[in-house]
C-alpha cells in the first residue's frame, strides 16, 4: 500500500458512498445505537459491525436471534426520511465533475431512496448506474454489486478501479479482481485484511490527471491535495 504520489489507470471508477463520497457516519451511528439500545443489542458492537454491510447482515451478525427483515425495515425506516447533517466527503465534488457518465458508478450497502436521498443531501450527482441493496442478494464482501457495475459500465472487471473505506468493501474488490483505493482511517497503516493499491485520507489529493472517453488515470498525490 502506498499513498505516495501513486499513479492509478483505469477505464471505470466504482465508488462506494458512505465514508467516500458522502459524509454520512454520524447520522448512521445514531440510528444504530437508537435501533440497538431499543433491541437490547450492544450499541457499540452494532456501529462496529456496520461498515460496509447491508442492513439485513447487520442484523444478522449482532442480532440473530431477531427477525432480520423487521430489524432491517425498521433501520431502513429511519435512515430513508432522516438525511440530517449529511454533507459531500472532501474532494468528492470535484472529482465527480471531473469524470464522465460512463467512467464512474456507486455500489453502496444502503437502499436506493437512502443513497439517493444522501446524494441528495450533499449535493452531488447522482450516477448512470448506482448498485444498491436491493439489487444484490449478497453484501459485501462478495463481489456482486461491483461486478455488476462493471457489466452495466461495460468494463472489465481488472480496469475497474474500486474505491472503500471499509475492509468489507476492500475484500469485495479483490474477489470481484479489481484494484483498491483505500479511503480514511479505518484503513490507513494496512490495517484492511486485503491489500491496497494506493490509500488516502480522503478523496482531496485524488488528481484525475488524464480523463478521456474510455480511460481514467489518477494521481494519488502524498501531500494530502491535488493542488
Given at each position: 500500500?502506498?499513498?505516495?504520489?501513486?499513479?492509478?489507470?483505469?477505464d471505470?471508477i466504482?465508488?462506494?458512498l458512505?465514508?467516500?463520497l458522502?459524509?454520512?457516519?454520524?447520522?448512521?451511528?445514531?440510528?444504530?445505537?437508537?435501533?440497538?439500545?431499543?433491541?437490547?443489542?450492544?450499541?457499540?458492537?452494532?456501529?462496529?459491525?456496520?461498515?460496509?454491510?447491508?442492513?439485513?447482515?447487520?442484523v444478522?451478525?449482532?442480532?440473530?436471534?431477531?427477525?432480520?427483515e423487521?430489524?432491517?425495515?425498521?433501520?431502513v425506516?429511519?435512515?430513508?426520511?432522516?438525511?440530517?447533517?449529511?454533507c459531500?466527503?472532501?474532494?468528492?465534488?470535484?472529482?465527480?465533475?471531473?469524470l464522465?457518465?460512463?467512467?464512474?458508478?456507486?455500489v453502496?450497502?444502503?437502499t436506493?431512496?437512502?443513497?439517493?436521498?444522501?446524494l441528495?443531501?450533499?449535493?452531488?450527482?447522482?450516477?448512470?448506474?448506482m448498485?444498491?441493496?436491493?439489487?444484490?442478494?449478497?453484501?459485501?464482501?462478495?463481489?456482486?454489486?461491483?461486478?455488476?457495475?462493471?457489466?452495466?459500465?461495460?468494463?472489465?472487471?481488472?480496469?475497474?478501479l474500486?474505491?472503500?473505506?471499509?475492509?468489507?468493501g476492500?475484500?469485495?474488490?479483490?474477489?470481484?479482481?479489481?484494484?483498491?483505493?483505500?479511503?480514511?482511517?479505518?484503513?490507513?497503516?494496512?490495517?484492511?485484511?486485503?491489500?491496497?493499491?494506493?490509500?488516502?485520507?480522503?478523496?482531496?489529493?485524488?488528481d484525475?490527471e488524464?480523463?478521456?472517453?474510455?480511460?481514467?488515470?489518477?494521481?494519488?498525490?502524498?501531500?494530502?491535495?491535488?493542488q
Open positions: 500500500m502506498a499513498n505516495d504520489g501513486t499513479t492509478l489507470d483505469c471505470a466504482l465508488f462506494d458512505d465514508g467516500v458522502v459524509d454520512s457516519h454520524p447520522l448512521i451511528e445514531r440510528i444504530l445505537r437508537m435501533w440497538a439500545l431499543d433491541r437490547g443489542v450492544d450499541p457499540d458492537a452494532a456501529v462496529a459491525a456496520s461498515y460496509g454491510r447491508r442492513d439485513i447482515d447487520l444478522r451478525v449482532v442480532a440473530p436471534t431477531l427477525d432480520a423487521v430489524e432491517a425495515a425498521w433501520i425506516e429511519h435512515e430513508e426520511r432522516d438525511f440530517t447533517g449529511i459531500p466527503m472532501p474532494g468528492a465534488a470535484a472529482l465527480l465533475a471531473a464522465p457518465a460512463a467512467r464512474w458508478a456507486v453502496t450497502s444502503g436506493r431512496r437512502v443513497a439517493s436521498g444522501r441528495r443531501a450533499a449535493e452531488l450527482p447522482e450516477p448512470v448506474y448498485i444498491t441493496a436491493e439489487d444484490v442478494t449478497e453484501g459485501k464482501p462478495a463481489p456482486e454489486g461491483y461486478l455488476r457495475a462493471a457489466d452495466l459500465l461495460g468494463v472489465r472487471p481488472d480496469r475497474c474500486v474505491v472503500e473505506d471499509a475492509e468489507s476492500v475484500r469485495a474488490a479483490e474477489a470481484a479482481g479489481m484494484r483498491c483505493l483505500g479511503i480514511g482511517a479505518a484503513l490507513a497503516e494496512g490495517r484492511a485484511g486485503a491489500a491496497l493499491d494506493a490509500w488516502a485520507a480522503d478523496l482531496r489529493p485524488v484525475p488524464l480523463v478521456t472517453a474510455g480511460h481514467v488515470r489518477l494521481n494519488i498525490h502524498p501531500n494530502g491535495s491535488n
